[in-house]
């Protein structure tokens, strides 16, 4: 399995992914918003996008749908809920449901609701498993729930579908917000050495070539996945002064969410 991660450069930091079968150049898309480099990408590796994959409805990920499609023939895939959501829709997904490509590859559907409640990630469990998580989980952050979403849902996913997925994992998020998103954890957790060292390392990196990190150095420096440390409780609760001493990582998480709501 071969991943491509396309930077688009627009004002809302977005990344599009092909990943390809080498065997037989079938491509897939993952919100090919930036229809034109997706399809230049696609032509000078040699590839056919034959499907293409929503991970949610917002237009930053579906608006280059019709353009792709058009150019390629390729069949639109999404949450089974977003079709009314998403034009042209070919197949309707759900937890556990299969997207084939080319001769072996095979990512399955992960039911991941909270940035909105029609949300899917594709897992590969491969020799180097990847998560193509759209806009659930960040490099260093949490999905908002701003636009149709949940945080409670949000938090299920994290602890129900992210939390048992292997550490080796690697993860292709959606959009870069990782300098900022490292800048609140150290601002919720200042002891945290590996958000420091990674935000040192991040400090005007260009997205284009950013290391693609894996869930175990996430949950070194995502606060959104470090729910118990004693430091980040004790700051909250600065912010929160009726927080309990000991509060439920629900809590903890909606707190967190709140607070990069402003941030």
């Not at 149709?148 to 939390?163: I, S, W």
Request: charged share 20%; with cysteine; hydrophobic share 35%.
């Amino acid at each position: 399995m071969i991943v491509e991660r396309i930077w688009t450069g627009n004002s809302l930091r977005n990344y599009n992914y092909l990943v390809a079968c080498p065997d037989s150049g079938e491509a897939l898309a993952i919100d090919p918003l930036d229809a034109e480099k997706c399809l230049h990408t696609a032509r000078v590796r040699g590839w056919q996008i034959t499907q293409v994959l929503n991970t949610h409805e917002h237009h930053d990920h579906t608006g280059g749908n019709a353009a792709v499609v058009a150019a390629t023939g390729a069949k639109v895939v999404a949450h089974h809920k977003a079709a009314g959501k998403i034009s042209g829709v070919d197949r309707g997904v759900g937890a556990g449901d299969v997207i084939k490509l080319g001769r072996y590859i095979e990512l399955q559907c992960l039911d991941t609701p909270g940035h909105t409640m029609c949300h899917i990630c594709l897992f590969a469990n491969t020799d180097e498993p990847a998560l193509f998580s759209g806009d659930t989980l960040f490099n260093a952050g949490a999905g908002n729930v701003h636009n149709g979403g949940c945080v409670n849902a949000l938090f299920d996913t994290f602890e129900q579908q992210l939390a048992p997925l292997p550490g080796s994992t690697r993860l292709f998020p959606g959009h870069d917000y990782l300098e900022n998103n490292l800048r609140f954890t150290l601002d919720r957790e200042n002891d945290n050495q590996a958000a420091g060292q990674r935000l040192e390392q991040a400090k005007g990196h260009d997205p284009a070539r950013a290391p693609v990190t894996t869930l175990a150095q996430e949950r070194e420096h995502n606060t959104f996945m470090r729910l118990d440390s004693p430091s980040l409780i004790a700051i909250l609760r600065k912010s929160f002064p009726d927080l309990p001493e000991h509060p439920d990582r629900r809590t903890v998480f909606t707190k967190l969410r709140e607070l990069r709501n402003h941030w």
